[in-house]
C-alpha cells in the first residue's frame, strides 16, 4: 500500500522560510506528476504546486509564484516545497499528492490526486 507523509510545517513569522518535505513508500515519485495542496480553515483546498515526472516542468497558483520552489531529489525519493517570504495568509495545512495516471501537472491531476499524505501545519504569524 502506498503512503505518503508530510513533514517540515512549523509556526513561522511572516517573511520567513520554511522547506516542507514529502516522502513515499511503494511508489517513486519520478515516474508520475506529485504536487502540494494547501487547505485553510473554511477555505477550500487549492493547488499549490506540480511538479511533472521528469522534474523539467513545474506549475504554481499565482498566490505563490515567485516565492515557492517545489523540487525533487530522486536519490532520496523526496518532493520538496521551498516557501520563502512567507505571509500570513500561507497559514493553511499542506498536503503532498502523487498520482500514478498522470505524468504531466493538469487540472485533471488536480481534480484526482490518487494519493495523499496526513498533512503538515504550516501557521505565518504576523
Known amino acids: 500500500q502506498v503512503q505518503v507523509t508530510e513533514s517540515g510545517g512549523d509556526l513561522v513569522q511572516a517573511g520567513g522560510s520554511l522547506r516542507l518535505s514529502c516522502t513515499a513508500s511503494?511508489?517513486?515519485?519520478?515516474?508520475?506528476?506529485s504536487g502540494w495542496f494547501r487547505q485553510a480553515p473554511g477555505k477550500e483546498r487549492e493547488v499549490v504546486s506540480c511538479?511533472?515526472?521528469?522534474?523539467?516542468?513545474?506549475t504554481y497558483a499565482d498566490s505563490v509564484k515567485g516565492r515557492f520552489t517545489i523540487s525533487r531529489d530522486d536519490a532520496k525519493n523526496t518532493l520538496y516545497l521551498q516557501m520563502n517570504s512567507l505571509k500570513p495568509e500561507d497559514t493553511a495545512m499542506y498536503y503532498c499528492?502523487?498520482?500514478?495516471?498522470?505524468?504531466?501537472?493538469?487540472?485533471?491531476?488536480?481534480?484526482?490526486?490518487?494519493?495523499w499524505g496526513q498533512g503538515t501545519q504550516v501557521t505565518v504569524s504576523s
Open positions: 499528492a502523487v498520482d500514478t495516471a498522470y505524468t504531466a501537472c493538469s487540472h485533471s491531476w488536480s481534480v484526482r490526486a490518487e494519493f
Open positions: 511503494r511508489l517513486t515519485f519520478g515516474n508520475y506528476a
Open positions: 511538479i511533472d515526472w521528469s522534474g523539467g516542468t513545474s
